[in-house]
């Protein structure tokens, strides 16, 4: 579903992201992406949404090479994929539903389907109750679900999370982990970019560890220390 | 994909109330700017419509040798009418010329006792369509016979007017289109602030799979109800002022040839809002540009 062949970053003249990076993400898999700040987490995430073009090598999402993608039909290639954000990136001036429509919007979908799909998805979530809310008059909880259901509503064969609960706290990152699980149970692949430790240990999921840009460690069900 | 214009269409109305404030900027700046314009516009329009009415007071006059007889008289006036350059020929007999001179003469008048009524020559007043002219047709009068003397036209004073009328037009372009310049950059700077402010959103977008046209459309409608809104107050209140200045002008300076003919309103009118609207879209559309490199 996702293939890093060989693939190294560089930014400027000589800071390393990602060093010959080799990495295959099944479909249907859920994969943790771990590592300290600055390891390169967020650089392979940037790379698979074609924010950033590789330095070196090459990167497959979805059977189709990155590098052939004209820049026109990138918003195509982004749509494949949902995203969720550390800080929610979550439009202030719509409400909650508002945010979710505005993804199916974009894929020119019609209204009356936004309206039937949209109530259906923040149930799914959690906040049918919220739905006409603005995102600041939301928790960091609520507006990460928000995200998500922003994320999901397309269904996308691929979702990726890049520190999903960054910014909250132990009890509602539970909910958010139990939400991405779900998802993934239903036959998406999830990509997850977290250092939250006690998610990794307890989601028991295939774990790649990041450091200074490499791969060191790729286990099947593994937790976030260097344990065997 | 679909073009959604009632999704483009609501999303760009309820940008506008959420940012009423740079709303109004971009309102007020597109409209200062086009006054602005139009007033050089206006000013250009009375200054040709001016020179043009001083123009047609520039004549050529004949006059007729003493002892002419009325029938030579008639001939030839009727000879010059048929003259292509000639728009307008008055025949001035010597009992009106006297009359002119005793009304010029009205405040003193003990100049005009005792003046025989014959020392006045009968003429003829040629009024050119274009004073540039006034050569060939003097030329003309010659080779029909009347001498130099006799003819009475100011060909220093016609080409030097041609010539300021020329530079006075050109100068008035020229700071017509720097106006329009001006109100370009200032325009556009003022929508950049205002997406400027919103370009977090724009990233937002484009990251959740916006074509760089589905983020554009919203901010270019907006730019062009804007531009629309502020050229049409302006518009509004140069028609206004127009009128205001005609009727004035009437008034208090009845020697100058202002006239209400030298500004076409309407055309003004469309000109002005057309301007505004294409500054507001060409000013959003290269403004969101810049943010959209995602």
Redesign the interface.
Known sequence: MINFNNVTKVYGKDSIALDHVDLAINPGEFVFLVGASGSGKSTMVRLI?K?LEPSAGSITVNGVRLSSIPH?SV??H??AIG?V?QDF?????KTAAENVA??M????QK?RAIRVKVPQILDLVGLGEQAEKYPDQLSGGEQQRVSIA?AFV?QPPILIADEPTGNLDPDTSVGIMQLLHRINRIGTTVLVATHDKEMVDVMRKRVVALKGGRVVRDMVRGGYANEV | MRFNLGFFLREAAKNMRLNALMSVTAVTTTAVCVLVLGVGLLVSAHVEGILRGVGKDVAITAFFPEDAPGAEIDAARRQVEGYPEVQEVVFVSEGEALNRVKDMLSEQPEVMEGLDPGIMQASMEIRLADPGTSDAVAERLRAEGFSDENLNYPQQTISQLNQVTGYVIWALRAATVLFLVASVLLISNAIRISIFARRKEIEVMKLVGASDGFVRTPFVLEGLAQGLLGATIAALVVVWGNAMFVEWAGNALPFVPVSSSAVNTLLVLIVLIAVGVLIGIIGSFLSVRRFLRV
Do not use: M
């Open positions: 949404l924010e026109r918003p195509r982004r749509r995203c954000f990136k979550l439009l202030p001036n505005y993804a919007e974009v894929t020119g209204r922003r397309g």
